[in-house]
């Protein structure tokens, strides 16, 4: 199936400081999804980028996107200490329908 | 919209016994997938339902199972419950099977 595993596991910043986090994954893929999860709640969608871009912004979110290191990154600017969470990444291909599957994510602390 | 909405909240029950949690999908969506995430790792798939119909299946035993009925809602049953099937159970809906999931809050699922 496939995974997207995220780098690295854990990230601690200071309140406004850029928050760079990274996924690797390995088969051709149609996008790529990257999720929020507060501690213990569900998981939010932040951005989706498809195959044919290379980068995406939302508000304080930048995601970009290199097919042929089959690998994304996820920039978080002038962070906040509400930005403290997990955050995964999904990569969604051909073969994969609609299931995602999630690494263990990127644990980010961001302190006031 | 109220959005991907789970029941219960939480849960408690003992070795050996059956559990059955529900799951409302969003507003226009068709297409229903259940997660279980045990604590600290990523949210691992269980199954996708599509017209009332399993369309894909992770790794889980046939104790899993699931239903979807004519307007979408979904529900997970889990049989002979283990003491390793404590978790968080995610519901999550999309319309398209290359667009962006919405997750519910979970459900607490804790086995004794």
Known sequence: ?112 | DAGVTQSPTHLIKTRGQQVTLRCSPKSGHDTVSWYQQALGQGPQFIFQYYEEEERQRGNFPDRFSGHQYPNYSSELNVNALLLGDSALYLCASSFDSLTEAFFGQGTRLTVV
């Open chain 1, 1 to 112: 199936s496939q995974q997207g595993e995220e780098d690295p596991q854990a990230l601690s910043i200071q309140e406004g400081e850029n928050a760079t986090m990274n996924c690797s994954y390995k088969t051709s893929i149609n996008n790529l999804q990257w999720y929020r999860q507060n501690s213990g709640r569900g998981l939010v969608h932040l951005i989706l980028i498809r195959s044919n871009e290379r980068e995406k912004h939302s508000g304080r979110l930048r995601v970009t996107l290199d097919t042929s290191k089959k690998s994304s990154s996820l920039l978080i600017t002038a962070s906040r200490a509400a930005d403290t969470a997990s955050y995964f990444c999904a990569p969604l291909g051909e073969t994969s329908g609609s299931r995602l599957t999630f690494g263990e994510g990127t644990q980010l602390t961001v302190n006031p």
